[in-house]
């Protein structure tokens, strides 16, 4: 087993294997429509959005799209999709089952799969219009964090409670789902909040 050094933690690839878990489809379907809405532009230097699912039911594994994915169809191979098996915050370790080094952001997904059982798939975008429109009143973060930092997911945390939809300051926003197609229409409620 090999351990990669990521800008946030260190991935160990327990299996090195492509995913072939038939629920990648339908991930794949709300990817391309948050590239039809113009959701995951990238924010800062490859910063781009990131979708995952929970693996299971009861445990907090999930499936995450891989980092630097830049959502080009052409590009959105199994390959692009990694397992996360095991997160250890306090060590940055991550361990997953695929190919890839998973989204910088996956203990942001983590610790909401963690303190939301109800919760089994999580998006996350980007919508400059979604984050700044006052009145709209989304919870956000209290303080503005460096994406993919240990600090905005638990920034993240003190808000979450039982909120499916939450602007993260300054940066992006997250939907929550009790399954992919929920967090999905959870996302373009919002976007339609936004823009009708
Ligand atoms: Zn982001």
């Given at each position: 087993?090999?351990s990669h050094l990521?800008?946030?933690?260190?991935?160990?690839?327990?299996?090195?294997?492509?995913?072939?878990?038939?629920?990648?489809?339908?991930l794949?379907?709300?990817?391309?429509?948050?590239?039809?809405?113009?959701l995951i532009?990238?924010?800062?230097k490859d910063?781009?959005?990131?979708?995952?699912?929970?693996a299971?039911?009861?445990?907090?594994?999930?499936v995450?799209?891989a980092?630097k994915e830049?959502?080009?169809?052409?590009?959105l191979?199994?390959?692009?999709?990694?397992?996360?098996?095991?997160?250890?915050?306090?060590?940055?370790?991550?361990?997953?089952h695929?190919?890839?080094?998973?989204?910088?952001d996956?203990?942001l997904?983590?610790l909401i799969?963690?303190?939301?059982?109800?919760?089994n798939?999580?998006?996350?975008?980007?919508c400059?219009?979604?984050?700044?429109e006052p009145?709209?009143?989304?919870?956000?973060?209290?303080k503005?964090?460096?994406?993919?930092?240990?600090?905005?997911a638990?920034?993240?945390?003190?808000?979450?409670g039982k909120?499916?939809?939450?602007i993260m300051?300054n940066h992006?926003?997250l939907?929550l789902?009790?399954n992919?197609?929920d967090?999905?229409?959870?996302t373009?409620?919002?976007?339609?909040?936004?823009?009708?």
């Amino acid at each position: 087993m090999k351990s990669h050094l990521n800008v946030n933690f260190f991935t160990e690839f327990i299996r090195k294997e492509v995913l072939t878990d038939l629920r990648l489809e339908d991930l794949k379907y709300w990817i391309s429509r948050f590239g039809f809405y113009d959701l995951i532009r990238p924010v800062g230097k490859d910063s781009y959005g990131n979708l995952s699912f929970r693996a299971e039911p009861g445990k907090n594994e999930f499936v995450i799209t891989a980092t630097k994915e830049d959502f080009h169809d052409e590009k959105l191979t199994p390959t692009r999709f990694v397992k996360v098996v095991h997160c250890d915050i306090n060590n940055n370790k991550v361990r997953v089952h695929g190919l890839e080094n998973p989204s910088r952001d996956t203990f942001l997904h983590y610790l909401i799969y963690k303190n939301r059982p109800d919760i089994n798939a999580v998006f996350h975008g980007h919508c400059d219009r979604l984050d700044c429109e006052p009145g709209l009143n989304f919870v956000t973060t209290e303080k503005e964090q460096p994406w993919g930092s240990v600090e905005l997911a638990r920034e993240v945390e003190k808000v979450l409670g039982k909120e499916n939809f939450i602007i993260m300051r300054n940066h992006g926003f997250l939907a929550l789902g009790k399954n992919i197609d929920d967090a999905g229409k959870t996302t373009l409620r919002a976007y339609q909040k936004c823009f009708q």
